[in-house]
């Protein structure tokens, strides 16, 4: 019997590796607990049967010591890269029997070092939404629930099935997709940590595309040595998207641990006038004085920009959105209503295979490029977007890295916000502008809510410096307070 | 141009007229519901309004240097079948749709 609980990617990379237990040992127990973990909804396609297989062969390569680095290990996916053979919903209806010719970059590289495909996370539709709710497979749930309460909460979203299953011990690592905060947010309402490197880090070639220039994938996983391990193997060059950047991938694992004495950590003065809980503007200085006894040195920065990041995005990304999901016609792939004419075919496909949330962002973005409005609405946002990132360009002049809460609240029940969008979109004010500017941050676990939820803290870094967040990141991880609640009141 | 975005408010003909543009088809009790979403969301992005962007240059990406380019050469293909495994209606070759010339 293998502890799957207090397993973490790097714990069983060792064993495998030590021939503690065997691939086929480990998948067995994987597929064992999310047998019985159906309750949560986080997976929308298992793989079971090709992963057997999988671990058969890693398990052959380990006796023959030919293991490659990631052999034999487990992993999750975002229901939104394209896994050859494997249906890719998006969880949308209108992707509902989708089954893609090709393998995204990022599974076909981690794949190649040897990992096995447990199977595919659910997400809000398209990735759009904070939630997990938009999923047109119902909502995932969180394995959390706070002290003496029975409320179902969501894992955040969109990346709720990656965020849900890692916390919930049913894969060590996930991979997840950010364009607002879809790593950070899911992350910090589940106890885990989520990365959301640089834009151009990491290949998009192969991901359902949601704003193009916004959208990053990253790791979800339970501590800092293996998002830097699981980010060491996803980034890297990839001549299919002409927006992957050509530089070196670091040794990330190397920058675990190492000390701060000496450097430098901004606090954005502006984010201190933000509506936070309570007990997270504790958390945030808590985790300021952290650093503080480790040596650095607190500086105060100034962001004036940031609080029109939310408008921006909320113009910006569903423009783009508009543009991307225009493919989906019901002609080459995916779900197709009829319709007398093309025209009809079309509208009834599109109208009875998106979602609400789906819809409502193709029409705002529709409406915001529409003859007559692209200078009024795109134009503006895109110029109030260079103002914010040459805010954060200011402040990495004077600090290493941002420290920030990564939410303004803990986990949410199901149902509470989906009704309000202004208000679902809130979440995002912490974690938006760091995609308009394209810089890297986590969001790590640090310390359980007056209501025994997660909170975590978000870190920023200059672009293509995500080795300062696992050094940093280090810090609220060893300083923090327990975070192990998890009655495991899903398990059938 | 800012005067124009005061004066704009979202009516049902504008949610009708959107839809037709994205193609997408919108229930008639649906057109309500999206005309009160979508008013406040766009109020509440014309915040931006306040902020002065006079001599600020638009940004599309965080990118720093231009995209890149490569030879326009032929580097994939032959995957016909591929390509059709997803298609919803195909003859020999072709996606087929309603007929568009009368």
Known sequence: ?492 | MVSKVNQMTITKDTIRKISNLAKISIADQEVEKLESEISSIIRWVEALNEVDTENVDPMSNSLTGALRMREDLVTDGNKVSDILSNSPVDDENFFVVPKVIE
């Open chain 1, 1 to 492: 019997m293998i502890d799957l609980v207090s397993s973490d990617l790097v714990s069983i990379r060792n064993s495998l590796q030590n021939k503690e237990f065997t691939a086929i040992e480990l998948l067995n127990e994987y597929i064992d607990r999310i047998a019985k973990s159906s309750k949560l909804n986080l997976f929308n396609t298992t793989n079971f049967e090709n992963a057997l297989k999988a671990a058969q062969e890693s398990d052959q390569k380990i006796i023959r010591g030919e293991a490659r680095s990631l052999e034999g290990i487990p992993i999750g996916v975002k229901d939104l890269f394209c896994t050859a053979g494997i249906k890719t919903t998006a969880s949308s209806k209108i992707l509902e029997n989708f089954v893609p010719a090709y393998e995204s970059t990022i599974t076909q590289k981690l794949k190649d070092q040897g990992m096995i495909l447990l199977g595919k996370l659910s997400n809000d539709e398209f990735a759009m939404g904070s939630s997990n709710e938009t999923s047109s497979f119902g909502p995932a749930v969180s394995p959390w629930k706070g002290d003496s309460s029975d409320k179902e909460l969501v894992p955040g979203g969109s990346s709720g099935g990656s965020s849900g299953a890692v916390a919930a011990s049913l894969c060590p690592l996930a991979t997840a997709t950010d364009t607002g905060g879809s790593i950070r947010q899911p992350a910090a309402f589940t106890g885990t940590v989520g990365l959301k490197p640089t834009y151009g880090r990491c290949s998009r070639w192969g991901i359902v595309a949601f704003a193009s220039s916004l959208d990053q994938a990253g790791p979800i996983t339970k501590t800092i040595a293996d998002s830097a391990m699981a980010l060491k193997y996803m980034a890297g060059y990839d001549e299919k998207d002409s927006t992957s950047a050509d530089i070196d991938v670091e040794d990330y694992e190397q920058a675990v641990g190492q000390s701060i004495k000496g450097m430098t950590v901004g606090v954005p003065k502006e984010y201190e006038e933000l509506d936070l809980e309570d007990d997270i503007k504790k958390n945030w200085q808590d985790a300021i004085n952290w650093y503080k006894l480790e040596g650095a040195e607190i500086v105060s920065v100034s962001l004036p920009h940031s609080k029109y990041a939310l408008p921006a995005y909320y113009i910006i990304a569903p423009a783009e959105a508009s543009s991307n999901l225009a493919r989906y016609d019901g002609v080459k792939y995916g779900t197709r209503m009829t319709g007398d004419n093309l025209d009809d075919l079309y509208k009834n496909t599109r109208g009875l295979g998106f979602g609400p949330e789906v819809k409502r962002r193709i029409l705002i973005g529709t409406y915001v490029l529409s003859a007559g409005y692209y200078d009024a609405y795109y134009l503006k946002a895109q110029k109030v977007r260079r103002l914010i990132h040459s805010d954060f360009v200011e402040a990495f002049k004077k600090v290493d890295v941002i420290i920030t809460p990564t939410t303004p609240t803990t986990a949410f029940g199901i149902g509470e916000n989906l009704s309000d969008p202004l208000k679902m979109y809130s979440n995002d004010i912490l974690t938006v502008p760091v995609n308009l500017a394209g810089l890297p941050a986590i969001s790590i676990p640090s310390g359980l809510d007056s209501q025994g939820l997660p909170m975590g803290i978000q870190l920023i870094a200059n672009h293509f410096n995500e080795g300062k967040l696992f050094q940093f990141g280090t810090v609220v991880e060893k300083s923090r307070s327990s975070i192990t609640n998890q009655s495991e009141w899903w398990l059938e």
